[in-house]
C-alpha cells in the first residue's frame, strides 16, 4: 500500500456550521503523524472525511455523511496525496467531491499521477475559487466536475473520473494498490469513542487479531456470491493437490539423477575450459607475433618518414628564419624612414622659422640704419640753413626777393608733401600687392588643405568600412571554426577539410541503402496519417460545440452570480448560496414573503399615516377631546398568539345565527360587545397585558371576558365584570394643556409616519425589482434549460475526449510504426546525422575559405589605405603649416598696411600742407625741417622779426651737436650689423621696427620651443638608422640574400605567424 504525503480538505463544515476546515492541508511526507484536537474538536469526523477519499459516502459510528457534514448550501472537497514510488518520486492523487442531491450524499470521484513539482499537484487543485467582489469561496460541485473532466480529456493518460464507486475501487486497487476492504476495517476499529484502543485491547495475541481482523475480511471477500467461487476454486485446486504429491516423489527421483550427472558435466567442463584456454593463448601468442612483426614494420617506415619529415622541417624552418629577419630589417627600414618624415617635416618647419627670424632682423637692421641716415641729413641741411641765416644777418634784402623766396620755400613745401605723399602712396600699393597675393596664396593653399581633408575623409571612412568588414569576416570565420571544428584551439580547418570530403561520399553511398529498407514502413505510416484529418475534423467541431456550450452556461451563471451579490448584499446570511437553482424555492420564497410583509408594513404605515392625520385633523379645531376604535387591528395583529382571540361583535353575530336570537337583544342585555376582547380564562392577564402595551393608541375603553362570560351573557346568567382598560389619553387630556401638547405631539407623529411610509415604499420597490430579476432570470434560464446545457457540455465534453482519444490512438499506431522503423530509422539518422554535419561543415568550410579569401583581400586593402591616411595626414600637416605661416604673414601685412597708412594720415594732417595745398609743387632735396626753418624765417623777415644772431648760434651748437652723436650710432650700427644695403627710411619706420620687435620675441620662443622636439626627431632617426645599419650586418653574416617583400609589411607578418603554426 502507498504511504500518504498529504491530506487536502476544504469546505468541510460540521456541527451546524459552528466548526469548519476552510481550506487546510496536512503534511505527513509518508511518515507517522498526529494531529491534536480538543476534546469534542471533531476527530471522528477527521477520520471519516478523511476516508471518504478512498472509501465515498462511508459510514463512521453509525453517522452518515450527511449527518456529519453540512451539505445543504456547499459542497466539501477532500484530497489525499499518496506516494506510490520513492526513487523517483511519484505521487498518485485521490480526490472526492462530496454534494447533497434529492436522493442523498453524491459525490464526484477523481485520480491522477503526478511527477514531484507537477502543475496540477493536491495543492492546485481548483477547490477555492475568487468571487465577483474578491472574495474567496469554495468551488461548487459543478465547477469541479467540470474541472475534473477537463483534466481527463486533456491528460488521458494521467487523470480519471469514475461513474461508479465500484469502478473507482477497481482503479485504486489495480493502480495505487489502495485495498478498499482493508481502510473498511479503519471504520470498524473506529467504529466508537476510543474504539481503537479497546479494538487492539482484544488482539493481545496473533490469534485474536486473527480472528478479530483477517478472518472477517476473507468472510467478506466470499460473502454472497464469493461463496459459489470460493467452493468451485477450491475444488479445482483438489486435483492440482493430488498431481502435486506426485511430482514432489518424481522430483525427488530426478535430484538424485541430476546430482550424478552434475559431477560428469563438472569434469567434463573443466577440461573443456582448459583445452578453451589452451586454444586462446595459442590464438593470442600468434596474434601477438603477427601484431609485433607489423608494428616493429610501421615504426621503421615511421622512422624513416619522421627523418625525411625533420630534415624538411628543417629546411622550411631555416628559410622561415631567414624570412622573419628579413621582416624585423625591412620593419627596421620602415621605422628608420618613418623617423626621417617626422624629422624632415619638424626641421623644415622649424629652419622656415629661423629663415624668417634672419629676415625680421635684416630689416629692422636696415631701418635702424636708414632712421640714422636720414637723421644725419636732416640735421646737416639744418646746420647749413642755420650758417647760411647766420651769413645773411649782416645783409639788408629786399622784400621782394624775400617774397620771391617765400614763395619758392611754399613751392617747395608743396613738392615735399606731394613727393612723401607718392612715397607713401607707392608704399601702400606695393604692401597691398604683396597682401593679395598672399590672400591669392592662402585660398590657393586653402583649397589644397581642403581637398587633402576631404581625401583624408574618404580615407578614413574607407578604413573604418575595412576594418569593420574585416572584423566582421574574422569573426565569421571564427564562429565558422567554432561551429565546425571539434577542438578549434588543436584543430584547423584547412587540415580538416579534405577529411570531411572522404567521409561525405561514404556517408552518402550509407544513406540510399537505409532510404530503401524504409519505404515500405513508410507507405503504412502515411495510410495511417491519412485518416487522422477526418478525426481531427470531427474533434474540432466537438471542441467548438463544447466551447459554445461552455459559453451559454457562463452567460447564465455570470447572470446568476450578478444576481447573488446583490442579494447577499441585501441578505448577508446568503453568502455561501453559489446556485440560484439550488435555492430557487427557498431565494422566491424568501423574498416573496419579504415582498409581502413589506406589502404589510407598509399597508400599516398607511394606516397610521391615515390615522395619524385623522386624528390631528380631527382634533386641530377642537378645544375638548373625542373617541375612536381600532381593536379589529389588534386582533388581527395578535390572533396567533392566543388559543382564542375573538371580538365581541363577532361572537354576538355567531350566537344570533346558532341560537337563532338577534343582536339587538343581546345588545340590550350588554351593550359593551362592541368595545369588548373574549378570551380563554387563562390568557385574561395576557390580553390584558397586551392592551396596557398598546393603551397610548387607545381612544375609547376595551373590556376582556372570558368565553364563559360571554355565554352566561347571552343566556342572561352573567352580569358585567370589571375587566376593563380605559385609554390614558382620556384620563391626560381632561387638561387643557396637555391636550394642547398631545395635538403637538399627534402633529409630529403624523409627519413621522409620513416618513416611514415613504421610505417603506422606496424599501418595497427595490425588493420588488430584486424578485422581478429573479423571476425574469428563472424564466429566461430555467433549471431544465440550464441543466440541459450542462448536459449537452458533459456529453459534447465526454464526445471531444473520446474524439481526442481516437486521434490519440491513431497517434500511437504512428509511433509504434515509427518504433519499427526506430532501428532503421536510428542508424540512417545517424548516417543522416554525419552526412549533413558534414554538408554543413564543407558548406560552412567553403564559406570559411571564401571570406579568408576575401579577408585577406580586406586587410591589403586595409593596410594600403591606411599607409595612404598616414601619408594624407602628413600632407595635412604640411599644408595646415603652410596655411598657419601664409595666415601669420598675411596678417603681418595687414599689419604693415596699417602702419603705411598713418603717415599718409599725420602728412596730410600737417599745417603746411593744408597751407600750401593750392600752390603749384617745386621739388627740391631740402628736407621738412629745413623747409619749415626757412619759411619761419622768412615770414620773420617779412614781418620784420629777424631772429637773433644768438638764437641761431645755440640752435647750429645743437645740431651740431645731435650731428655729432647720429655719427655716432651710425658707427655703431655698421659695428652690428656690417655694411647693409641703403634704404630711404620710410614713414612708417618707427611703427614697423616696433612691430618687428614682437615678431622676432614672438620667433624667439617658437625656435625655442621647437628646438628640442627637432632635436629629439634627429636622435630618433639616428638611432633608429644606426640600429638599421646594425641589424642588416648581422643578417649578411648569417644569410647572402634579403628577402624583398611585395605586401604590406602587416600581411607579412600575418602569413609568418600562420607558417609558424604549421
Not at 468541510?12 to 476534546?39: M, P
Not at 645740431?959 to 656690417?978: A, P
Request: with cysteine.
Amino acid at each position: 500500500m502507498p504511504s500518504i504525503s498529504k491530506i487536502r480538505f476544504t469546505n468541510v463544515v460540521y456541527e451546524g456550521g459552528a466548526k469548519r476546515y476552510n481550506d487546510d492541508i496536512f503534511l505527513f511526507d509518508s511518515h507517522n503523524g498526529a494531529i491534536l484536537l480538543e476534546n469534542g474538536g471533531g476527530k471522528t469526523v477527521f477520520i471519516q472525511t478523511a476516508i471518504q477519499a478512498i472509501l465515498p459516502n462511508v459510514e463512521l459510528a453509525e453517522r452518515k455523511m450527511k449527518d456529519t457534514l453540512s451539505l445543504e448550501s456547499s459542497s466539501a472537497h477532500i484530497a489525499i496525496e499518496w506516494i506510490i514510488n520513492e526513487r523517483p518520486r511519484r505521487y498518485g492523487l485521490t480526490a472526492v467531491t462530496l454534494y447533497m442531491a434529492k436522493e442523498g450524499v453524491k459525490s464526484y470521484r477523481y485520480t491522477y499521477e503526478y511527477e514531484e513539482g507537477d502543475k496540477h499537484r493536491i495543492e492546485e487543485l481548483p477547490f477555492i475559487r475568487t468571487s465577483i467582489g474578491g472574495k474567496v469561496r469554495p468551488a461548487s460541485r459543478d465547477e469541479m466536475n467540470e474541472y475534473y473532466m477537463t483534466m481527463k480529456s486533456s491528460h488521458p493518460l494521467k487523470a480519471n473520473t469514475f461513474d461508479t464507486v465500484k469502478s473507482y475501487h477497481q482503479y485504486l486497487e489495480e493502480r495505487f494498490k489502495i485495498i478498499a476492504s482493508e481502510w473498511k476495517k479503519i471504520t470498524v476499529i473506529n467504529s466508537s469513542e476510543g474504539g481503537v484502543e479497546s479494538f487492539f485491547d482484544g488482539c493481545k495475541t496473533t490469534s485474536q487479531l486473527v480472528d478479530q481482523l483477517l478472518i472477517p475480511t476473507v468472510e467478506e471477500a466470499i460473502a454472497g456470491k464469493g461463496s459459489v467461487d470460493f467452493v468451485q476454486t477450491f475444488e479445482k485446486q483438489r486435483e492440482h493437490f493430488k498431481a502435486h504429491k506426485r511430482l514432489r516423489r518424481v522430483i525427488e527421483e530426478n535430484k538424485q539423477v541430476e546430482k550424478q550427472i552434475e559431477g560428469y558435466v563438472s569434469c567434463f567442463k573443466q577440461l573443456d575450459q582448459v583445452e578453451k584456454q589452451l586454444e586462446e593463448q595459442k590464438v593470442k601468442a600468434k596474434a601477438l607475433y603477427h601484431h609485433t612483426k607489423q608494428e616493429e614494420e610501421e615504426i621503421k617506415t615511421a622512422l624513416t618518414n619522421i627523418q625525411a619529415s625533420l630534415e624538411d622541417w628543417q629546411s622550411e624552418k631555416d628559410e622561415w628564419e631567414r624570412k622573419e629577419k628579413s621582416y624585423e630589417i625591412s620593419l627596421l627600414e620602415q621605422k628608420k624612414a618613418e623617423a626621417y618624415e617626422k624629422y624632415k617635416l619638424e626641421k623644415d618647419e622649424f629652419d622656415k622659422i629661423v629663415q624668417d627670424q634672419k629676415e625680421k632682423n635684416n630689416r629692422i637692421a636696415k631701418l635702424r640704419v636708414a632712421r640714422v641716415n636720414e637723421e644725419i641729413k636732416k640735421n646737416e641741411e639744418l646746420q647749413t640753413h642755420f650758417l647760411e641765416q647766420l651769413s645773411l644777418l649782416e645783409k639788408d634784402e629786399e622784400i621782394i626777393d624775400l617774397e620771391e623766396q617765400f614763395a619758392d620755400n611754399t613751392a617747395f613745401l608743396k613738392g615735399y608733401f606731394v613727393g612723401e605723399e607718392e612715397k607713401i602712396q607707392g608704399n601702400i600699393k606695393q604692401i597691398e600687392f604683396q597682401k593679395d597675393r598672399k590672400r591669392e596664396e592662402i585660398e590657393q593653399e586653402k583649397k589644397v588643405y581642403d581637398s587633402i581633408v576631404e581625401e583624408l575623409n574618404k580615407r578614413l571612412l574607407k578604413e573604418t568600412e575595412l576594418d569593420t568588414k574585416k572584423t566582421h569576416l574574422e569573426n565569421d570565420m571564427a564562429e565558422i571554426a567554432k561551429a565546425i571544428l571539434s577542438h578549434p584551439l588543436k584543430e584547423r580547418v584547412e587540415d580538416e577539410f579534405p577529411k570531411w570530403e572522404s567521409d561525405f561520399q561514404r556517408y552518402e553511398q550509407e544513406i540510399l541503402d537505409f532510404n530503401k529498407q524504409l519505404k515500405g514502413l513508410e507507405k503504412s505510416k502515411h495510410e495511417l496519417k491519412e485518416a487522422i484529418p477526418n478525426v481531427q475534423s470531427e474533434y474540432e467541431k466537438l471542441q467548438e460545440e463544447a466551447r459554445t456550450l461552455k459559453h451559454q452556461i457562463k452567460a447564465i451563471e455570470d447572470q446568476q452570480n450578478e444576481i447573488l451579490t446583490e442579494l447577499v448584499v441585501r441578505i448577508p446570511q446568503w453568502q455561501h448560496y453559489y446556485s440560484i437553482y439550488e435555492k430557487e424555492e427557498t431565494i422566491i420564497g424568501q423574498l416573496e414573503e419579504k415582498v409581502e410583509k413589506l406589502s404589510r408594513e407598509r399597508e400599516e404605515l398607511l394606516f397610521k399615516e391615515r390615522q395619524a392625520t385623522r386624528i390631528a385633523d380631527d382634533y386641530e379645531n377642537n378645544i375638548s377631546f373625542t373617541a375612536d376604535p381600532k381593536l379589529e387591528l389588534w386582533k388581527n395583529r395578535w390572533r396567533n398568539q392566543f388559543a382564542y382571540l375573538e371580538l365581541g361583535t363577532d361572537f354576538v353575530q355567531q350566537a344570533a345565527r346558532s341560537l337563532e336570537g338577534s343582536v339587538e337583544e343581546y345588545h340590550t342585555i350588554y351593550p359593551y360587545w362592541a368595545i369588548t376582547f373574549i378570551v380563554t380564562e387563562t390568557e385574561v392577564s395576557k390580553l390584558h397585558d397586551k392592551l396596557l402595551s398598546v393603551e397610548m393608541e387607545m381612544s375609547h375603553p376595551v373590556y376582556i371576558c372570558t368565553e364563559e362570560e360571554a355565554r352566561m351573557l347571552i343566556r342572561e346568567q352573567g352580569k358585567l365584570n370589571d375587566q376593563q382598560v380605559f385609554p390614558r389619553i382620556w384620563k391626560e387630556n381632561l387638561s387643557i394643556e396637555k391636550f394642547n401638547n398631545w395635538k403637538i405631539e399627534v402633529q409630529k407623529l403624523a409627519i413621522q409616519s409620513k416618513e416611514k411610509r415613504t421610505n417603506k415604499e422606496l424599501e418595497l420597490q427595490s425588493w420588488r425589482t430584486v424578485l422581478a430579476k429573479v423571476h425574469e432570470f428563472v424564466r429566461n434560464s430555467p433549471f431544465n434549460q440550464y441543466t440541459y446545457l450542462t448536459e449537452r457540455f458533459k456529453l459534447a465534453s465526454e464526445d471531444e475526449a473520446k474524439q481526442k482519444r481516437v486521434l490519440h490512438e491513431l497517434t500511437m499506431q504512428i509511433e509504434t510504426k515509427d518504433k519499427e522503423m526506430e532501428v532503421y530509422n536510428n542508424r540512417l539518422a545517424e548516417a543522416n546525422n554525419l552526412y549533413n554535419g558534414l554538408m554543413s561543415r564543407l558548406d560552412h568550410g567553403r564559406k570559411y575559405f571564401s571570406k579568408k579569401r576575401e579577408c585577406k583581400l580586406c586587410k591589403q586593402e586595409l593596410i594600403k589605405v591606411r599607409e595612404e591616411i598616414n601619408e594624407g595626414k602628413r600632407k595635412q600637416e604640411k599644408s595646415k603649416r603652410l596655411l598657419n605661416n601664409a595666415n601669420e604673414i598675411f596678417e603681418e601685412l595687414d599689419g604693415q598696411l596699417r602702419l603705411a597708412k598713418d603717415p599718409l594720415y599725420k602728412l596730410r594732417g600737417d599745417s603746411y600742407y593744408k597751407e600750401v595745398a593750392a600752390e603749384e609743387p617745386k621739388y627740391s632735396f631740402k628736407s621738412l625741417e629745413l623747409l619749415v626753418n626757412e619759411r619761419k624765417s622768412l615770414r620773420s623777415k617779412l614781418e620784420n622779426k629777424q631772429q637773433g644772431r644768438g638764437i641761431l648760434e645755440e640752435k647750429l651748437a645743437a645740431v651740431k651737436s645731435k650731428l655729432n652723436d647720429l655719427t655716432n650710432e651710425r658707427k655703431l650700427l655698421q659695428e652690428q650689423y656690417g655694411n647693409v644695403e641703403a634704404l630711404e627710411f620710410p614713414a612708417y619706420g618707427y611703427e614697423e621696427i616696433s612691430q618687428l620687435n614682437k615678431t622676432i620675441r614672438n620667433l624667439d620662443g617658437k625656435i625655442a620651443s621647437l628646438r628640442p622636439t627637432v632635436d629629439r626627431l634627429w636622435g630618433q632617426w639616428t638611432k633608429a638608422s644606426n640600429e638599421f645599419d646594425l641589424r642588416k650586418g648581422d643578417f649578411y653574416e648569417v644569410y647572402q640574400e634579403l628577402v624583398n617583400f611585395n605586401v604590406p609589411l602587416k600581411e607579412v607578418k600575418d602569413q609568418l605567424d600562420i607558417e609558424q603554426k604549421i
